[in-house]
């Protein structure tokens, strides 16, 4: 970090244009220490498979809730799996019409 100028100039400044300029009435009780709030997911709306060389990943859209606001992101199945138990706890086998197992929530 010691090869970085720590000055720039001020044409590299772009204008900051958000909707989420709102002021909080009161500090919410799960803010953490990094001045963020953990977002709690809300459900799986869709899977897939990356491929990075010769490794596949599973991969989960997630629908997250983070006081009040949603957004959605692609998270590893396995990250998922760690840190939200309960979700992946009730997984059922079924059988299809062609004799075959099938993993469903």
């Given at each position: 970090m010691f090869a970085f100028h720590k000055v720039f100039h001020v044409s590299m400044l772009k204008k900051?244009?958000?909707?989420?300029?709102?002021?909080?009435?009161?500090?919410?009780?799960?803010?953490?220490?990094?001045i963020s709030i953990a977002g709690r997911p809300v459900k799986v709306i869709g899977k897939k498979k990356k491929v990075i060389k010769k490794k596949s990943i599973k991969m989960l859209n997630v629908v997250w809730d983070s006081d009040g606001e949603e957004e959605v992101t692609w998270e590893p199945e396995e990250v998922?799996?760690?840190?939200?138990?309960?979700?992946?706890?009730?997984?059922?086998?079924?059988?299809?019409?062609?004799?075959?197992?099938?993993?469903?929530?």
């Open positions: 900051c244009i958000t909707s989420r300029d709102t002021v909080l009435p009161s500090v919410p009780s799960d803010l953490q220490p990094n998922m799996k760690v840190h939200f138990k309960k979700w992946f706890g009730k997984q059922v086998k079924t059988k299809k019409d062609d004799g075959s197992e099938d993993e469903s929530n």
